[in-house]
């Protein structure tokens, strides 16, 4: 029943969440962002889908429009996406092995196989993704120069690697969602009046190390921001509804300073810095009215 309109009917009353741990993850915050979600839209677009803690709040509390669209330029993390919509029993029977064989030495035998000239299908692509994210340090997602994957293994003593009930549950709600690799830049010749779009971009860094910005081989960088404001200003012109998180920096404050801005309060720790821990100022962006 997986996957079919009856399978999608049943889940309304099920609930979901990130199947991954994503830095900047939005879990923490969603009671603070959904008070200025936009109540009515016609299309739901995300360009930054990370864990798509948003997406999977909208489809637990009933608020998703057809169509959908997930983008991330991530391709290991959108492929995952596109494993659980569409070839779930397989990646479930992959992630089993990985939870039957974990241990140190096999972890770092999965983590090199992108070392290696073996080509993996789809779906072992998206089991080591995955697998890779519940037992690495932190969770963290970082690539070197060559897209190789160079996270430590992390310290826990017996972690969970199959979590069935989560990803049953999210493959139900990306069902019909049409998910793409895709840089934000791309993001404006897809707008049409109506669209809510979803913006959650690697963050400005809040001080000199305290940037992480490791999602890519390439990192996030000021110019980067500055498209974004632009694609922003271009959506808000073409009568897209767009609500966008982002640091309270000074920066991102001058970028978008002449949209309505909102501070949130979040608890933040993936850094290192000191200045990144504990609760830190997080600032949304609206171009339009809300409560
Ligand atoms: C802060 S994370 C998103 C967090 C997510 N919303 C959540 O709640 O878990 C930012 C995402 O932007 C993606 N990204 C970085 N640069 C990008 C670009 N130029 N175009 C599209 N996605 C990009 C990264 O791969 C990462 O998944």
Same mark, same amino acid.
């Given at each position: 029943? &997986? ?10 009353? *099920? ?26 839209? =016609? ?12 997406? /999977?709040?909208?489809?637990?509390? =009933? &608020? ?6 997930? /983008?991330?330029?991530? @391709? ?13 029993? @397989? ?15 096999? /972890? ?41 994957? =160079? ?16 990803? @049953? ?16 830049? @791309? ?11 979803? /913006? ?20 996030? *960088? ?6 974004? !404001? ?34 949130? =309060? !979040? ?25």
């Amino acid at each position: 029943m &997986r996957g079919t309109d009856f399978g999608q009917m049943v889940t309304m009353t *099920r609930r979901t969440k990130p199947f991954l741990k994503w830095a900047g993850g939005k879990q923490q915050l969603l009671s603070q962002i959904e008070k200025y979600f936009p109540s009515n839209f =016609n299309r739901y677009l995300e360009p930054f889908v990370g864990g798509g803690a948003v997406f /999977f709040h909208l489809w637990n509390t =009933n &608020r998703l429009p057809e169509p959908k669209f997930l /983008f991330d330029n991530n @391709e290991e993390l959108v492929n995952a996406y596109c494993i659980v919509r569409d070839k779930l029993d @397989e990646l479930i029977s992959l992630l089993a092995t990985h939870q039957k064989n974990h241990n140190k030495e096999y /972890f770092y035998q999965i983590r090199s196989l992108d070392r290696q000239d073996i080509k993996l299908s789809d779906v072992e692509r998206a089991a080591r993704t995955i697998y890779l994210n519940r037992t690495c340090y932190n969770g963290l997602y970082r690539v070197n120069s060559k897209k190789q994957f =160079n996270v430590p293994i992390g310290s826990y003593k017996n972690p969970t690697i199959l979590y069935e009930d989560v990803l @049953e549950a999210a493959s139900l709600a990306l069902h019909n969602v049409s998910i793409k690799v895709m840089d934000f830049r @791309e993001v404006t010749a897809l707008a049409q009046p109506g669209d809510f779009f979803y /913006f959650d971009p690697p963050y400005d860094p809040i001080s000199e190390t305290a940037s992480f910005t490791g999602y890519t081989a390439d990192s996030f *960088r000021q110019a980067d921001q500055r498209d974004l !404001a632009k694609v922003f200003e271009e959506l808000t012109d073409k009568g897209c509804s767009c609500l966008l998180s982002n640091s309270y920096t000074p920066f991102i404050r001058e970028l978008y300073r002449h949209f309505e801005i909102k501070v949130v =309060n !979040a608890r933040r720790s993936v850094n290192s810095d000191a200045n990144g821990r504990g609760i830190i100022r997080e600032i949304v962006v609206l171009n339009y009215y809300a409560r």
